[in-house]
């Protein structure tokens, strides 16, 4: 019964993590596969790339308000 409800949280944040990897336009793989395998732990990890990705994309002087 444990086993089977870990199993569903990581198919859960699998797809979640998939999501909002293609949302934010990193690799959907990748994300699939750390949301799999680590769960919600990775969360600190994907905002820290996706704000990485927008430095990237306008440059560190840019002001973006997100909605």
Partial sequence: MFVLLIAMFGAIFSLFFYCQALSSGLGGKRWATAGLMFGPFIWPLFCMKKRL???QRFGFECLLFPA
């Fill in 53 to 55: 990705k927008t430095y």
